[in-house]
């Protein structure tokens, strides 16, 4: 079975600063996905960046980007130029992509971050 | 496209009573997830269907919970009885699972309190 876990339960950043979220994983598979959701007050989850494992080159999708270090099971995100309304929860999340549990998502215990102006 | 649509978005019900939890998927996405997070367990995922089939149940917590697709366009999980320990945000998600495309599309969830 695969686990997620996210060692920063809350984080605070000023605004326009950087901010990098941790997230580490334990699998025995060779090729899944990894993604950050995030979920503001609204309770929407929102697809915020994805990694395929095969992919050495790490995902970026406008001011997020992201670590994604296979070996160390690894998968950290930055927000660079923070904004307000990057204020959320942030779930780091594994897909198993063959076999059993084909589609599932596991998820991290999620980390609450805040923005301040 | 309207995206994942549940209903409904705010349900308060007693204890004992059955719970009728609704999703439209979105059309074309052949696998629908259903999903509960609280505050203690987080999120984790109850069941799931490919093509209108359930693959997998081994998340739904007991017998009271059941869930049903009955066609490509509507879901519905159902509680009976329901308890208060059932009181939770209740995720309905979506997905078109190809190699090109991975990740979810998530409802705005349901929250059902049970009191």
Partial sequence: ?117 | DAGVIQSPRHEVTEMGQEVTLRCKPISGHDYLFWYRQTMMRGLELLIYFNNNVPIDDSGMPEDRFSAKMPNASFSTLKIQPSEPRDSAVYFCASSLQTLSNYGYTFGSGTRLTVV
Avoid at chain 1, 38 to 50: A, D, F, N
């Fill in chain 1, 1 to 117: 079975a695969q686990t997620v876990t996210q060692s920063q339960p809350e984080m605070s950043v000023q605004e326009a600063e950087t901010v990098t979220l941790s997230c580490t994983y334990d699998t025995s598979e060779s090729n899944y996905y990894l993604f950050w959701y995030k979920q503001p007050p609204s309770r929407q989850m929102i697809l915020v960046i994805r990694q395929e494992a095969y992919k050495q080159q790490n995902a970026t999708e406008n001011r997020f980007s992201v670590n994604f270090q296979k070996a160390a099971k690894s998968f950290s995100l930055k927000i660079s130029d923070s904004q307000l309304g990057d204020t959320a929860m942030y779930f780091c999340a594994f897909m198993k992509l063959y076999g059993t549990s084909y589609g599932k998502l596991t998820f991290g215990q999620g980390t609450i971050l805040t923005v301040h102006p």
